[in-house]
């Protein structure tokens, strides 16, 4: 059975920095592009950025370009995302999903789900 486990979330004031990671316990890892989405109290899932499973392509929502960065370690399984800049808005839980070949940033197009890292920024 295949799992996505996500930590690194936290407590941090704006301004400040986190950098979530996504291990997953799969055998070819490498043929998945991976996701991070956030859910904040009240709202609709979004998504927030990915990473193909080609060459490492990048792809961000408008709202964290330029603060957040999404890369991985095929070697380790890991995905990460650093944020930078944090905002009160950026506080959600964050989710990691993965696609075995995925090429979009649909969330219906992610089969697999981790369970969520809470990131909470103060003002």
């Known amino acids: 059975q295949v799992h996505l486990v996500e930590s690194g979330g936290g407590l941090v004031q704006a301004g400040g920095s986190l950098r979530l990671s996504c291990v997953a316990s799969?055998?070819?890892?490498?043929?998945?592009?991976v996701a991070w989405f956030r859910q904040a109290p009240g709202k609709e899932r979004e998504f927030v950025a990915v990473?193909?499973?080609?060459?490492?392509?990048?792809y961000y929502q408008d709202s964290v370009r330029g603060r957040v960065t999404v890369s991985r370690d095929n070697a380790k399984n890991t995905v990460y995302l650093q944020m930078n800049n944090l905002k009160p808005e950026d506080t959600a839980v964050y989710y990691c999903?993965?696609?075995?070949?995925?090429?979009?940033?649909?969330?219906?197009?992610?089969?697999?789900w981790g369970q969520g890292t809470q990131v909470t920024v103060s003002s």
């Open positions: 999903a993965a696609a075995k070949y995925g090429s979009s940033s649909a969330e219906a197009d992610f089969e697999l």
């Open positions: 799969v055998r070819t890892f490498s043929s998945y592009a």
């Open positions: 990473i193909s499973w080609t060459e490492g392509g990048t």
